[in-house]
């Protein structure tokens, strides 16, 4: 197994079961861990749980990690067809409109009240 995917199982061991199957990738660079999601709202409520995940973080013997940092997969990935990435502020209201049904279901309030206010920015500018 190489450092990558045993810093992606400890970064998954370390998150609550829910968030953890959505984290698809790890990459460490000048000790900063970016962790890639696999959808908008698990990338906005991990970047709430970034500070407790760095405090109980044990990657042994491998790299130094100081911060992390958040990316989402759907940002970045290509359009079909294309070897363009897509632009990393598109916006849609078919996302707003899934990122406020994932709030609703939230049991912090914090993370419900943010989840509520980027939905309904992306809603209102698609």
Same mark, same amino acid.
């Given at each position: ?7 992606? *199982? ?6 609550? @079961?829910?968030? $953890?199957?959505?984290? *698809?990738?790890?990459?460490?660079? @000048? ?6 999601? #696999? /959808?908008?709202?698990?990338? /906005?409520?991990? *970047? ?9 973080? @044990? +990657? $042994? /013997?491998?790299?130094?990690?100081? #911060?992390?940092? +958040?990316?989402?997969?759907l940002a970045v990935a290509p359009e079909p067809g294309s070897s363009q990435p897509k632009p990393r502020n598109a916006r849609s209201s078919a996302s707003g409109e899934a990122l406020?049904?994932?709030? !609703?279901?939230?049991? /912090? !309030? !914090? ?5 509520? *206010? ?9």
């Amino acid at each position: 197994m190489g450092i990558q995917a045993e810093i992606l *199982r400890r970064v998954r061991q370390a998150l609550p @079961d829910f968030m $953890g199957l959505h984290c *698809r990738h790890c990459v460490v660079r @000048d000790e900063r861990l970016l962790i890639y999601m #696999d /959808s908008p709202a698990f990338a /906005s409520q991990l *970047r709430f749980y970034a500070p407790s995940l760095l405090e109980k973080l @044990d +990657v $042994g /013997s491998g790299p130094r990690i100081r #911060d992390i940092q +958040v990316r989402n997969l759907l940002a970045v990935a290509p359009e079909p067809g294309s070897s363009q990435p897509k632009p990393r502020n598109a916006r849609s209201s078919a996302s707003g409109e899934a990122l406020v049904a994932a709030a !609703e279901g939230m049991a /912090s !309030e !914090e993370i419900k009240a943010a989840l509520l *206010r980027l939905g309904r920015t992306l809603r209102g500018a698609g």
